[in-house]
């Protein structure tokens, strides 16, 4: 019993240790972002400030200073449609691998990982020249495209995991009653698996709205840049001061941070059950 007492104490610190570690940056974020501008550079420094204020916030939110609202819409843009596309392909793919006779499926499957054997820096170079070809450099569509490159195989197997969970005989009796492939996976694959949509849409959306390498590349027009990027080019401004990097980064990780919040148990659930092999 003493041991079993003494290793769950132990246990319990670390847990303890490692959260405070993961926590402790967005403390020392927050406590900066509300401090005066002199007090946020002052020796020695402190970590909350002695009189809080809201200032820094405000100018981010003041478009003649930091247009975030624009940056915000950009990337809300982006990361929206990444993640909606990743789920529509990748559940019409899933299915495919997981529910029909499909020659080859296994390697195919397999196929799509090889994307992940290279760093996203030695995929720029070939999706320059292609979106140069075809035209698409400088939109927002490129950074869709580029995103669901790094994207779409973890959504196809996580997706396909979990639809191989789902009893054959369901869709056999669906078949019987006249029912199609297509109308299968709308009216009876899709409403069991919404816990690992749910769980791709919000991993893909967390990617794209992350994503700084292939914004910074492919987009050159200041309207269309996303918030990471804008950051980058807040950092290097005239307006530039750490608490206002600091009120800015907090808002620009905000949205995700909801977005978790509000359906972690879903993506704990289909992340779960996606992993799991039949």
């Not at 009796?173 to 949509?197: E, F, H, N, Y």
């Not at 996303?226 to 808002?251: C, E, H, I, N």
Request: net charge positive; aromatic share 12%.
């Amino acid at each position: 019993m003493k041991r079993i007492r003494l290793k769950n104490v132990l246990l319990n610190v670390l847990v303890t240790l490692v959260v405070l570690a993961a926590v402790s940056p967005f403390v020392v974020m927050l406590g900066t972002a509300l401090k005066p501008s002199a007090e946020s550079v002052a020796y020695p420094p402190t970590l909350w400030p002695k009189r809080p204020t809201l200032e820094h916030f405000a100018d981010v939110l003041k478009p003649a200073k930091f247009p975030f609202s624009r940056y915000f819409l950009n990337s809300l843009i982006v990361a929206g449609s990444t993640a909606l596309i990743a789920v529509v392909v990748g559940s019409l793919g899933a299915y495919a691998f997981a529910k029909l006779p499909v020659p080859g499926k296994k390697y195919l499957l397999s196929g799509t990982f090889v994307v992940y054997m290279f760093s996203g820096i030695l995929l720029v170079v070939p999706l320059f020249r292609i979106f140069t070809a075809l035209g698409l450099y400088d939109s927002r569509l490129a950074v869709v495209i580029a995103c669901l490159v790094s994207t779409l195989p973890a959504a196809l197997s996580m997706l396909g995991n979990y639809f191989k969970t789902i009893p054959d005989s369901l869709e056999e009796a669906a078949l019987m009653d006249g029912l199609t492939r297509v109308q299968c996976l709308w009216k009876i694959v899709l409403p069991l698996s919404l816990p690992a949509i749910m769980s791709v849409f919000v991993y893909v959306f967390m990617i794209a709205w992350n994503d700084f390498l292939f914004a910074s590349i492919f987009l050159s027009d200041p309207e269309k840049m996303t918030l990471p990027v804008g950051l980058r080019q807040f950092f290097s401004s005239k307006d530039y001061v750490w608490g206002r990097m600091m009120a800015a980064s907090l808002l620009t990780g905000l949205p995700v941070v909801i977005i978790f919040a509000a359906v972690e148990k879903s993506i704990t659930g289909g992340l779960t059950a996606g992993g799991v092999k039949s």
